[in-house]
């Protein structure tokens, strides 16, 4: 998850800064993609440790839940009822 979220929000800014680099204030080609990978590689930084503080607060509300769902011992092993 923090992988996807930092790659997301990193292409997210790379197109962002090309449209207003390139279309808005009329900068060179070299300029504008030299700044554009900049602010991509710093937001990918970013969306990587928001990522993961994502995750980790995900994990550790699921843990008491995964506590409370301990099967009982009649039914580890047996595979679901199909319903038919």
């Known amino acids: ?46 969306g990587l440790m928001l990522g993961a503080m994502g995750q980790k607060m995900i994990d550790e509300n699921l843990e008491p839940l995964k506590k409370e769902s301990v099967e009982p011992e009649e039914l580890k092993g047996k595979k679901p009822a199909s319903g038919r």
Not at 22 to 44: P, S
């Open 1 to 46: 998850m923090p992988q996807r979220l930092a790659a997301i929000l990193a292409l997210l800014v790379f197109t962002a800064c090309l449209i207003v680099g390139g279309l808005e204030t009329g900068n060179t080609f070299t300029t504008t993609v030299a700044r554009a990978l900049a602010a991509m590689g710093g937001t990918f930084v970013i």
